[in-house]
């Protein structure tokens, strides 16, 4: 089962480790349109999309927030690998009529419990509706740093980013993208596209990124979880507390189980997100 409280934020918090970066230009949309995982029609400034850019073979490469206002795009990606998201886009751009510039020492992300009216922009986490309000601002306010939104984040079960995904290995699907609104299968065709269609309807997942809680000390990074039998069924990602996400073989896994993992126990639990009719 999961943690009996899940602390929702009753507060702003500082998101350091996001950083900005914003399109502008005519092609905007159009050029986004053709490498994303979502479809970029549904982006407001008021309405967010979360989404992802993968490689040729339906590998994850980067996920990210879209929202729009006053003609420019604002991307809210990881700042430890911003670099790498903006060479790519780049790359992509050609001769198309968009420019595409790092803002990451511009603005900053704040998480938060409602709507702000301070800063450039504030909207829905499109994920899930208890993950709050994401507000850009342009530059970062008195909060503190604390640990509320991860907190809350492992409470729901979500992945963050490179820190649950394998860059150029996980499947975005393994990854709930698709149950946390991140994809799209009827907008038509985008870098991967065909991969990721092809999971969804002709094969069966055999994978997925699920939350746990953890009993002893919290395991680091890919440490092996394994049954009652010592056999390897998944191993450990990103983490905080007693809770945290693991990358599961579906078949060996059973909700509610507890299993090994380095010096401690973590037993798998079902989100509200999960598929009712699943793998």
Not at 124 to 143: C, L
Not at 150 to 161: E, T, Y
Not at 231 to 240: L, M
Request: with cysteine.
């Amino acid at each position: 089962m999961p943690p009996q409280k899940i602390s929702l934020l009753n507060k702003p918090a500082l998101l350091s480790d996001r950083a900005i970066l914003t399109l502008s230009g005519a092609d905007r949309k159009n050029f986004l349109q053709g490498l994303i995982t979502n479809d970029i029609n549904a982006v407001s400034d008021i309405s967010a999309i979360y989404a992802a850019l993968l490689t040729p073979q339906g590998k994850y490469l980067h996920d990210f927030f879209i929202i729009d206002k006053d003609d420019t795009i604002f991307l809210d990606c990881e700042r430890a690998r911003m670099t790498d998201i903006h060479k790519r886009l780049m790359m992509y751009r050609l001769r198309a009529d968009v420019d595409i510039i790092d803002c990451s020492e511009k603005y900053t992300v704040l998480a938060s419990p409602e709507l702000s009216s301070e800063g450039v922009i504030s909207y829905p986490d499109p994920r899930h509706p208890k993950m709050g309000f994401r507000t850009i601002i342009s530059a970062p306010p008195p909060y503190p740093k604390d640990d509320h939104y991860d907190d809350l984040r492992l409470s729901l079960g979500l992945p963050d980013g490179s820190r649950d995904f394998d860059v150029d290995k996980t499947l975005i699907l393994e990854g709930n993208m698709e149950e946390l609104n991140g994809v799209d299968f009827a907008k038509g065709c985008y870098v991967g596209q065909e991969v990721t269609a092809r999971m969804k309807h002709r094969a069966i997942l055999k994978k997925r990124l699920l939350p746990v809680t953890v009993d002893g000390p919290l395991p680091a990074r890919g440490t092996e979880i394994m049954d009652k039998d010592g056999k390897k069924i998944g191993d450990i990602r990103s983490g905080q507390g007693n809770r945290a996400i693991g990358y599961f073989r579906l078949a060996k896994m059973t909700f509610d189980q507890p299993c090994h993992c380095g010096d401690a126990t973590v037993t798998p639990w079902q989100p509200d997100w999960y598929p009712k009719t699943s793998d």
